[in-house]
Every structure is written in C-alpha cells, then in structure tokens.
C-alpha cells in the first residue's frame, strides 16, 4: 500500500508539472494574442528551424505568433491527385495570428500588399530560431504572386530570405564558372606570360627600360651636376625682392591712386552716355536753326539779286544817256532827229 501511495504522489507530481508546463507555455505564446488577424504566406524554400509559436516581427517588433506550418498541397489541393507538376502547389504554408493592438492604423491588405508588404523566414544567427520578419520592399522587386485558390486567411506574398539570395548568387557564380574553359584560360595565361618574359628580356619592353635607365641616370649626373645651394639662394633673394616690392609704401600708393582713378574714369564713362546725348540735341537744334536761317535769307538774296539787275540797268541807262539824270526826259528817237 504504502508503495502504491508513493506512485500516485509521483504521477501527480508529474501530471502537476505538464500542467504547469501548459500553463507557462499558454501563458507566454498565447495568452497575449488572443485577438488578432489570421495571415498566411507560401514559401518556396525549406522552413527547417521554423516552430509553431515562432514569433512573427515587424522590424524586430513581435506582432504576432505561427500558428499553423503545413502544405499547400494538402490544403488547396484542386483534386484528389496533387498536380506536383506545377511549382506553385510545392509551396509551404504558414499561418500567423497577428495582434491588430500592436500595428497603427493601416490601409486594407490589399492596399498594404500593393505598397510592398512583404513576409520573409529570418533567424536569430545563422543557425539561431526561425521567425517571420514582415516589412515593406520594393513592389516592383518583388511583385506580389498571384495564387490560383482563395485564400483562408488575409494573403501577404513572401520573399526570399536572406541566407536564400546569397545562396541563389553564390549557385547562379558557380554555374558561371562552370562554363568557363579553365584548361584554355590556363594556356593563354601561360602563353602571355612567356610572351612577356620574352619581351622583358629582349624585346621592346627591354629597349624601354634600358633608355628608362639611361634617363633616369642622365638625370641624376644633371642634379648632381648643378648647383641646388646657389639656385635655392637666387630663389630667396628673388622672393625677398618681390615681398620687399609687395610691401613698398610708393606702390601700395601708386595702385590706390590707379583705383581712385580708375573710379572716376567709371564715374567719367557712367556720364559719357547723358554727355553724347546733350551732344546730339544741341547738333539737332544749330541743324533746325541753319534751316531756318536759310529759309529766311533766301528770299532776301533774290530781293537782292533783283535790285542789283535794276541798278545795273539804271547805270547801263544813265550811261547812254546821262542828260536823263537833268531832263528826265527820254532822248529822242533816231527818227524824230531826222526831221
């Protein structure tokens, strides 16, 4: 008896203790998202490490929880033989109950998912705990895929994860380098080579670096050969002679003098436009008045001439006549004198 009493004190232990196991797991994976949105996503790669309860994150912020992994296959099979031969029923299925109290105000799914909502399988580390990270990309990166069943669940497409591109990159290298003749490389690597230690030997490159030398030995003889001390001491001089000019007292005057006059040849030439315009009115006004002089002397010029023309005449008469001058009478025709 009394061992049969120790037996049902130790399975109640033990069924004590999955209780309270339940209890703390309710407690820290369930009990905080009792409310939320039911999501769904499909997956084109292996989901190994992914749990149900995984958390699912928003930029390292938890929202949410898996609640289901499976396949799509099994749950948008469209007969009773799986059509394994078209990829998209090859997809893994996950579902995440999202708490709507953690997330602002937002557009409607569809709306999110047209702004690059996107799903990814993420890890702690490299070989850390899977998770589902959720954040928007680029739409047209990742364009959303359509999917031939209606979903349960609100849709939000997925993107391959981090660790999935660097494989595809790596896979996509490789099979590049596979096509590459490394055997031809080799030889026309090898080829090139004895063909420039030919050439280093004996050919143009040789010639070339032998000038190179002789130059840079000509070169060296010249520098030896001239005389840095006294070249350094005449650029001294030269340099104390231009700050001693640069510091003068009668050229800092002579330039401010040139300013001063050159201000005044600025304010001289600002004048010279109103000056030329003075100018051509007074020769537009002595024109007017040459016109009108000219308009008023020829009329008296002709008065004039016509009184010359008369007082030529009285003079031409009085000299074939001058008794007129006494008599005022005209002389006599040639015929009365006859008679």
């Known amino acids: ?76 099979s469209p007969g009773p033989t799986v059509p394994l031969d078209r990829q998209i029923y090859r997809l893994v299925l996950v579902r995440a109950l999202v708490d709507t109290k953690k997330i602002a105000q937002l557009p409607d799914t569809e709306d999110a998912v047209a702004l690059g909502l996107r799903a990814r399988l993420s890890s702690t580390g490299l070989t850390g705990v899977a998770y589902i990270e959720m954040d928007f990309v680029n739409p047209r990166r990742y364009p959303a895929e359509d999917v031939p ?9 997925s993107i391959p994860s981090t660790l999935t591109q660097v494989q595809d990159a790596a896979q996509q290298f490789l099979s590049r380098l596979d096509q590459v003749d490394l055997v031809r490389l080799s030889d026309t690597m090898t080829t090139l080579l004895a063909s420039l230690q030919s050439s280093l030997a004996d050919g143009d490159a040789h010639t070339v670096l032998v000038r190179l030398a002789t130059l840079l030995q000509t070169a060296d003889e010249t520098i030896k050969a001239a005389d840095v001390g006294a070249l350094s001491a005449d650029l001294r001089r030269t340099s104390a002679a231009m700050r001693a000019l640069a ?59 016509a009184s010359a023309a008369n007082l030529r005449e009285l003079t031409e008469a009085l000299r074939r006549n001058p008794a007129q001058l006494v008599t005022g009478q005209p002389p006599p025709r040639p015929a009365e004198r006859g008679r």
Do not use: C
């Open 247 to 305: 510091e003068d007292r009668d050229l800092r005057r002579t330039l401010a003098n040139a300013a001063v006059a050159s201000d005044r040849l600025a304010a001289a030439s600002a004048q010279l436009p109103e000056l030329l315009g003075s100018i051509r009115s007074t020769t537009r006004r002595a024109d007017h008045g040459v016109a009108d002089v000219q308009a008023a002397i020829g009329p008296l010029l002709r008065d004039l001439q």
């Open 1 to 76: 008896m009394q061992g049969r009493g120790a037996f049902v004190r130790v399975g109640a232990l033990v069924l004590g203790g999955a209780l309270l196991l339940v209890g703390l797991v309710w407690f820290l994976g369930g009990r905080h998202i009792r409310n939320g949105t039911l999501f769904e996503t499909y997956f084109r790669e292996s989901v190994q490490g992914l749990e149900v309860g995984a958390p699912v994150k928003y930029r390292g912020v938890t929202i949410g929880r898996v609640t289901e992994i499976g396949l799509v296959a099994a749950e948008y």
């Open 149 to 157: 069943w209606k979903p349960t669940a609100e849709y939000i497409p």
